[in-house]
Every structure is written in C-alpha cells, then in structure tokens.
C-alpha cells in the first residue's frame, strides 16, 4: 500500500506532541504565567496530570527522555520532598478548581521508586485534588517489577499500564544496552492482567542497529501473543550529538532510509492484519480499546504522551522537565533536576521556558494535530488557502492527499508522510532552530 518518495522525507520534521514545538519555547515564559493560567482554571474545566518520574534503575543508551539512574536512595528522596511541594503549590493556585480527569506516571521509570514511596506520592495527590474520576496511567520498566509493585498495581487499579519493550530480539536488546529476556515480560503481563489491568501498551522501536525485517517479525508475533491492547511503533530517532548515552550505540550498523520506511510498512500491515485498527501514524489499537474507540469517531488527539483518548484542554504537568498546556499558553519545567528543586525550595513554581499561544498558533496547531491524528483537517480557519495548497503540490501529484471544500484529506498511502505534511503548516519551520528525527 505505501510508496516510497524518499525527496518527500529527505527532511527531519517535529513529532508534533504539542505547537508550537518545544524548540520555539522561550525563556520570556515563566512561573508567573503558569501561576495565572492556574488561577483562570474554572470549576468545571476538565483536568490531565502529569507526574514525570526522572529516574530509572538502569539507562538505556537508545532513550531521549529526561531521566537518570536511581543508584543513591537520598537522591530521590530529595526529589519526592520537591515533587511533593510542588504538588502542593498547584494546589494552592487550583483551590479544587476543575474536574480531574486523568493521572498519568512517566519517566524514567516510575517503578525505580520503590513501592513505599510511590504510595506516599500517590497519597499527596489523593489529598491534593479530588481523583475520584480520574483514568489512572502508568509506565512501568519490566526489569523494576516486583511483588510489591505487582500488589500496589492491583490496589491502586490502574486503567492503563504501558511496557518499554522496544525488541524481543537479543543481540538488539544488547545493541542498544536493554537486556530483558522474553520470559520476564510474559511473567509481567501476567502479573498486571491479575492486578486487573485492562489496557496495556507495548513501546516497540524499528531502525535500531542489527535489526531486520525480519527480527521485526518476530518481535512483533510475540507481541501479538501477548495481546497488548495498544501498541506503538515508533522510529528510532539517533541524534547522539544531542543525547550523549546514544554514542554508546555501535552506529555503524543501522538500517538505511529505505529499510527503516520498510520496516515501518511491514510493521503497520503486519498488525493491522492481526487485528489491530491503525491510530495516527505509528499507534495501535484493539478493537473496544478506548483509543480504538476515539479512532472511530476521529475524536483522537495528540499530546506529550503520543495518540491518545483524552479530551482534556488542560494538562498539567509537575516533576523535572515536565510540560503542562493551556488553550493559551505551553509551559516546561526546569530539566536538570537540581534547578528544579532550587526553584521549589524557594517557594517558586519551577517553571524553566514556554509559549505564550496566539490565535495563529492555535488554528495551526490544530490543523496540525488534526491531519496527524485524524487523516484530515477543515483549512478554512487560515482563510486564503491557496498558498498553503501550493506548498502541498508535491503530495497531490503522488495521490497522497486530497483537498475537498477547503478540508485536506490523507489518504491511506499518505499515513508514513503524515508528520512532513502536517509540517507545511509549521509556521516556526526555518524561523527557529531544531534538531528532529527522520520522518520514518
């Protein structure tokens, strides 16, 4: 079903979890902005956490997230006191304004926490804001599972639990410096099923180092006899200059631009055979899931957690690097974790750079997030739209997109393309400078 134009994907594009992108934020954005769009929350605005968890047991050389090792117990302890106070200044400024609908966990790795600890987080945010509503999210490492976890999974009764898996195959787990042997995943999922997860994420990776089409097909066989509910499939992004642990990686043996749209391709029809209904570009999703869900009535959306179900406007992230976004304004917090808690043990929200979102942004921003989640997207908002259909020339000549009644629409080959289309309504592009991953 998908051609390959490699002209169209010669250039790194943005994934789009938010616009503008975190490399058009500034540092003219600061806590006080961030305190005030928390004042203007209203009682009945609907509310999204998120907690970011920024350690882990053990580092992956391939992983581009915020996170360090959770080697000294003092170091996190540190982290929950700060974490806990900045809990606590939400609060404040929220007073019990707005509906929570989700509570979302992610890292690192939230269980490099030991049990104890995480339920003494999860009991400040129980204190904090009403819950009683609220789709509990996780990330989980497979390698930090233990009984404790497993109980405190089943007694706090997660919705949803996603797993790092990235690839079943060996010699490509010891690549990219994550070793987890099949049987210790399928003792896991086990384990969550019995503490009564219902939806549960894999993350897997293609373009990694040694990795073939064929050792794709295997990982993706036994992910399918796990019967995760989601999956995504992301491409490997190596931008070692940036992510210093990636030089750890032997780079010398990664699949080309064209095995890598291969692998994308394979991995897409693959799933989609085995049941699977395709979400966005790279997620997956059974039927009755409620992503699955969402995807039938293209009411999908796209966030700093990928594809997702969640409606919410507001979302509001806490711990180091966390972002959090309002209709007008896109705020992250301070990355290095020692700023972070400098900033707290002053009593400040930890509020690092942003955006302020002007009327432009946000028609297309949501142009954007449209076309990537939905395969379409109404154009009329930019009012004179043939400047921007002139930019789209080369993608109608290949019979990736139609435009009909000022609505742009991707059709089924285009969905590899979907992240350069959506990037010819990035107003930053060339304005700002960005370091971004292949497109496929």
Same mark, same amino acid.
């Given at each position: 079903?998908?051609?390959?134009?490699?002209? /169209?994907?010669?250039?790194?594009?943005?994934?789009?979890?938010?616009? $503008?992108?975190?490399?058009?934020?500034?540092?003219?954005?600061?806590?006080?902005?961030?305190?005030?769009?928390? /004042?203007? *929350?209203?009682?009945?605005? &609907?509310?999204?956490?998120?907690?970011?968890?920024?350690?882990?047991?053990?580092?992956?050389?391939?992983?581009?997230?915020?996170?360090?090792?959770?080697?000294?117990?003092?170091?996190?302890?540190?982290?929950?006191?700060?974490?806990?106070?900045?809990?606590?200044?939400?609060?404040?400024?929220?007073?019990?304004?707005?509906?929570?609908?989700?509570?979302?966990?992610?890292?690192?790795?939230?269980?490099?926490?030991?049990?104890?600890?995480?339920?003494?987080?999860?009991?400040?945010?129980?204190?904090?804001?009403?819950?009683?509503?609220?789709?509990?999210?996780?990330? /989980?490492?497979?390698?930090?599972?233990?009984?404790?976890?497993?109980?405190?999974?089943?007694?706090?009764?997660?919705?949803?639990?996603?797993?790092?898996?990235?690839?079943?195959?060996?010699?490509?787990?010891?690549?990219?410096?994550?070793?987890?042997?099949?049987?210790?995943?399928?003792?896991?999922?086990?384990?969550?099923? +019995?503490?009564?997860?219902?939806?549960?994420?894999?993350?897997?990776?293609?373009?990694?180092?040694?990795?073939?089409?064929?050792?794709?097909?295997?990982?993706?066989?036994?992910? *399918?006899? /796990?019967?995760?509910?989601?999956?995504?499939?992301?491409?490997?992004?190596?931008?070692?200059?940036?992510?210093?642990?990636?030089?750890?990686?032997? &780079?010398?043996?990664?699949?080309? +631009?064209?095995?890598?749209?291969?692998? %994308?391709?394979?991995?897409?029809?693959?799933?989609?055979? %085995?049941?699977?209904?395709?979400?966005?570009?790279?997620?997956?999703?059974?039927?009755?899931?409620?992503?699955?869900?969402?995807? *039938?009535?293209?009411?999908?959306?796209?966030?700093?957690?990928?594809?997702? &179900? &969640?409606?919410?406007?507001?979302?509001?992230?806490?711990?180091?690097?966390?972002?959090?976004?309002?209709?007008?304004?896109?705020?992250?917090?301070?990355?290095?974790?020692?700023?972070?808690?400098?900033?707290?043990?002053?009593?400040?929200?930890?509020?690092?750079?942003?955006?302020?979102?002007?009327?432009?942004?946000?028609?297309?921003?949501?142009?954007?997030?449209?076309?990537?989640?939905?395969?379409?997207?109404?154009?009329?908002?930019?009012?004179?739209? +043939?400047?921007?259909?002139?930019?789209?020339? $080369?993608?109608?000549?290949?019979?990736?997109?139609?435009?009909?009644?000022?609505?742009?629409?991707?059709?089924?080959?285009?969905? $590899?393309?979907?992240?350069?289309?959506?990037?010819?309504?990035?107003?930053?592009?060339?304005?700002?400078?960005?370091?971004?991953?292949?497109?496929?």
């Amino acid at each position: 079903m998908w051609k390959y134009y490699p002209e /169209l994907l010669e250039r790194p594009v943005p994934r789009y979890t938010s616009y $503008p992108t975190a490399a058009d934020f500034n540092d003219t954005v600061g806590p006080k902005d961030l305190e005030q769009a928390l /004042l203007d *929350v209203r009682l009945c605005d &609907d509310i999204s956490f998120y907690v970011h968890i920024p350690y882990c047991e053990q580092i992956c050389w391939y992983c581009g997230c915020n996170t360090g090792r959770a080697n000294r117990t003092h170091r996190l302890n540190a982290y929950l006191r700060a974490l806990f106070d900045e809990i606590d200044l939400i609060a404040s400024r929220l007073n019990r304004r707005g509906r929570v609908k989700r509570l979302a966990f992610g890292g690192g790795s939230p269980n490099a926490l030991c049990a104890a600890d995480f339920q003494s987080l999860m009991s400040r945010l129980q204190a904090a804001f009403h819950l009683d509503e609220a789709v509990l999210s996780i990330e /989980l490492d497979p390698r930090s599972h233990s009984t404790e976890w497993h109980d405190l999974t089943a007694e706090l009764a997660f919705d949803n639990v996603s797993l790092g898996i990235q690839s079943f195959d060996p010699t490509v787990q010891s690549a990219i410096g994550r070793v987890q042997p099949l049987e210790m995943v399928t003792d896991m999922v086990a384990s969550l099923r +019995a503490a009564g997860v219902t939806s549960l994420n894999f993350d897997l990776i293609y373009g990694l180092p040694g990795q073939t089409i064929e050792i794709l097909k295997a990982t993706l066989e036994q992910t *399918v006899a /796990l019967l995760p509910e989601r999956i995504a499939l992301f491409g490997y992004a190596h931008i070692p200059s940036l992510i210093p642990r990636q030089r750890q990686i032997d &780079d010398s043996d990664f699949p080309n +631009a064209k095995q890598r749209f291969d692998m %994308a391709a394979f991995g897409h029809d693959f799933l989609v055979q %085995a049941g699977y209904q395709s979400v966005g570009f790279d997620h997956f999703a059974l039927p009755g899931d409620p992503l699955e869900r969402a995807n *039938v009535h293209r009411s999908v959306r796209r966030n700093f957690q990928g594809f997702t &179900d &969640d409606q919410s406007r507001i979302l509001i992230g806490m711990g180091a690097s966390a972002i959090s976004e309002t209709p007008n304004l896109i705020v992250q917090n301070e990355k290095n974790v020692g700023r972070y808690r400098s900033s707290l043990a002053e009593g400040m929200l930890p509020t690092a750079s942003g955006v302020v979102r002007t009327a432009s942004h946000l028609i297309h921003g949501a142009i954007i997030e449209q076309i990537l989640a939905n395969g379409r997207a109404d154009l009329s908002p930019l009012g004179d739209t +043939a400047t921007h259909v002139a930019g789209l020339t $080369p993608y109608i000549n290949r019979g990736l997109i139609e435009i009909v009644d000022q609505e742009i629409r991707l059709l089924p080959s285009a969905r $590899p393309y979907a992240r350069t289309i959506a990037a010819t309504f990035d107003q930053f592009r060339g304005q700002t400078a960005g370091t971004f991953s292949q497109a496929v």
